[in-house]
C-alpha cells in the first residue's frame, strides 16, 4: 500500500458498498466516475458539497473519510489561531475593541479546555 492510498479512505468505503465508481459519481451528481476516481487517488480534494455527500452515503464523517487532508487543515487552522492568540494579547486597545478582543480570548481560553478535556478522556 502506498502513501497515497491512506490519505483517504473512500475506495475501501465504496468498495465495501459494492457500488461502483460510476455509481457513486452519479449519486453524488456527477456525470461520471472521473471525479470520483480523482478523489479516490487524492488528485483532487473534493469540493465540500461532493465531501458532505461522501459523508451522506457512507454513513462516515468527513475527517475519517479523509484523515490525512483533516490533520493537515486541523494543524494549519490551530497554528494560526496560537498565532491570532498572541497577536491579540499584545495588543493595547481600549473601549469597544478591547471588549472585542476580550470575547475572542476567552473563546480562546475555553476552547483549549475543551479540547484538554476531550484529551484527558
Known amino acids: 500500500m502506498n502513501d ?4 483517504n479512505y473512500l475506495r475501501s468505503h465504496r468498495r465495501k458498498s459494492g457500488l461502483s465508481q ?3 459519481g452519479e449519486l453524488l451528481g456527477y456525470a ?4 470520483v476516481s480523482r478523489h ?7 469540493p465540500l458539497p461532493s465531501a458532505l455527500g461522501y459523508h451522506i ?3 462516515v464523517p468527513i475527517a475519517v473519510l479523509f484523515p490525512k487532508l ?3 487543515v486541523r494543524e494549519a487552522v490551530e497554528a494560526r489561531l496560537g498565532q491570532l492568540e498572541i497577536h491579540l494579547q499584545s495588543r493595547a486597545v481600549r473601549g469597544h475593541e478591547a471588549e472585542t478582543i476580550a470575547q475572542i480570548l476567552v473563546w480562546l481560553m475555553e476552547r483549549r479546555e475543551i479540547d484538554m478535556e476531550s484529551d484527558a478522556s
Open 4 to 7: 497515497r492510498e491512506l490519505e
Open 40 to 46: 479516490e487517488r487524492s488528485e483532487a480534494v473534493p
Open 70 to 72: 483533516y490533520e493537515d
Open 22 to 24: 460510476k455509481q457513486l
Open 32 to 35: 461520471n466516475e472521473v471525479q
Open 57 to 59: 452515503v457512507f454513513r
